[in-house]
């Protein structure tokens, strides 16, 4: 007889309360059932039940094979669904959440490759800057800049988030190039509107550095900031990610690229319940293929 069958017999004969019950659950006749019950005490040596005319009794090792019996029937039903769901091709709309900055400026061109993979899923992302509930807005997946705190949420690692020191061309001309960190103080540096970003910090192989800046521009955009930088305003600070293109294009120059400039950890994080959904696993999947 199937391990298996026997064991969801013997599980339904314990819950119901009678071999007959059980019998009638699983649509065999009580001998069947009686016969599922007998090749598990024999494979076992040890008696699972004491049986009357009127009643059943667990006995001890009995109540402890119970527990694990159930235990092994939902893992063996989980693992069969998830090799379901591994066969079905990814479908549905996927909602996702991101930075505005690594949104607009490396998911949005990546999506493509990821869409023409497979056509029949639907993507409808919220580019924001606050950190979004998945449960309550009902996100499926999100991508986190910095340190995440403790939580129930499944987190796997992308590539780290950099920053990168740039100006224009026709800036430098007019201004000169910085040479060490302590420059800095004299250029017009572009910075968020927060006071507290006004040092910025790098290293290299003599010690680190925490430099105060200054500028008549600061806006709390990241955007505006690369703006202000190709128009010649100043020196800006922003993640690698809004300026490199520029920097191939000749439109921004790197500058100081020997430092060392802070770096934060990026995340793909989602709801542990979810992944077995082909849609999300193939996302997930994407991301840290393309940005881990």
Known sequence: MDLLDSMEVYVLAVE?????????????????????LRTLETRLGMKLLNRTTRRQHLTAFGEDYYVRCKEILRLVAET????????????????????????????MPALPEYLGRHPQVSIDIDLSDRVVDLAEEGCEAAIRVGRLPDSDLVAKPLGPYRLMICASPDYLARMGTPARPEDLGRHECLSFSPAALLRWRMADGDGEYCVPVSGRVRV??????????????GVVLQPAILLEADVRAGRLVRLLPEYELPSRPMSVVYLPDRYRSPKLRSFVDFLVERFG
């Open 16 to 36: 119901k309360g009678s071999l007959s019950a059980a019998a009638a659950a699983s649509g065999i006749s009580a001998t069947m059932a009686g016969n599922h």
């Open 80 to 107: 069969d669904a998830q090799a379901h769901n591994l066969q079905l091709a990814p479908a549905g709309k996927l909602r996702v959440t991101a930075p505005v900055t690594f949104g607009a400026e490396a998911l």
């Open 220 to 233: 709390n955009h990241g955007h505006a900031l690369r703006s202000a930088a190709l128009h010649g305003l």
